[in-house]
């Protein structure tokens, strides 16, 4: 078997055993191909002297270190896999240091600032007028944001949710996130009401009407793009009055978990609401919570100034 029906057998049992998302399987297909492409006789074959000469000439092409280390983590999980199915007697990726790399903070936005995108969106949504696109597209984008800073969800998430949601309208609903899994998200009452606005908005358009998902689109997906979604995002950021450079789904997914840290929420909870499956990845915002602590002995401590 050689290097590429090695790759193909690690990445059907990523799918098959693990769930992988097809975006995960699609870095994983890249990072290991490009891999085997650069080592003398494929990956499969390499040993740790060939991946370490890989890592340093990808270093020295001016990869940043985070995607340094994603691509040796694909590596590590492919040798990982041949071991145990018996296709290598050794792993040579277990002596390999990961790359240094920094802890970037993750982009936020003020909730002075989110009160405003939010405020914008209502305003658009509520002068919108059925009869022409701009006013669909303007209570897509209220629900998509206020369902955004309510429950935090990845954005391929949220323009993945099914019309369902929508229909039960209850407080809390369950999403299906990465690796296939299930976990429950609340709903707040204006989120609510901006979805049940575009739901009736919906209805009024057959080809729409018919779709199960809640923010359909003519896509392959059958489902609003992420791009687009970014986009129009961007651009109630500009209206609003907020550069836009600033703005992307992902910064509003941070802003809600911040938000709710500095309002005093458990570090685990804000866990399981973004669908970390290990708190080191909530983590990230320890420096919310360093800076809520500090703010709270400055304020109640007797001997603080």
């Known amino acids: 078997m050689n290097s ?5 057998a690690f990445l059907e049992m990523m799918s098959a055993e693990r769930g992988a998302a097809e975006n995960t399987l699609s870095s994983y297909r890249r990072d290991l191909e490009d891999a085997s492409a650069e080592i003398d006789g494929g990956l499969a074959g390499a040993a740790a002297t060939d991946i370490r000469n890989y890592l340093d000439d990808i270093a020295a092409r001016g990869f940043a270190a985070t995607s340094q280390a994603r691509k040796l983590s694909a590596i590590r999980q492919f040798f990982k896999f041949l071991y145990a199915e018996g296709l290598r007697g050794d792993d040579p990726t277990g002596t390999l240091d990961s790359p240094k790399k920094g802890r970037p903070l993750p982009k936020t936005m003020s909730e002075a600032d989110t009160g405003r995108l939010i405020d914008r969106a209502a305003q658009e949504a509520a002068g919108a007028s059925l009869n022409d696109g701009d006013g669909l597209a303007a209570l897509r984008l ?25 229909l039960r309208d209850d407080r809390f609903f369950m999403v299906r996130g990465k690796g296939d899994k299930e976990r429950m998200v609340p ?17 009024t358009v057959p080809a729409l009407a018919d779709s199960p998902f809640l923010f359909p689109a003519a896509s392959d997906s059958g489902y609003l793009s992420r791009q687009v979604f970014a986009r129009d995002l961007k651009g109630l950021a500009a209206r609003a009055g907020i550069a836009s450079a600033k703005i992307s789904p992902h910064v509003l997914r941070h802003a809600f978990a911040s938000h709710l840290l500095q309002n005093g929420a458990d570090l685990r909870a804000v866990q399981q609401l ?7 990845t909530t983590q990230i915002y320890t420096h919310v919570l360093e800076e809520r602590l500090v703010r709270l002995v400055n304020d109640h401590h007797p001997l603080a100034d």
């Open 4 to 8: 590429a029906a090695r790759i193909e």
């Open 142 to 166: 209220h629900a998509l944001v206020e369902v955004l800073y309510a429950t935090g969800l990845r954005v391929s998430e949220l323009v993945g949710l099914p019309v369902t949601v929508a």
């Open 187 to 203: 709903l707040s009452a204006k989120a609510r009401i901006a979805m049940r606005a575009w739901l009736a908005a919906r209805a």
């Open 274 to 280: 973004l669908g970390h499956a290990d708190i080191s």
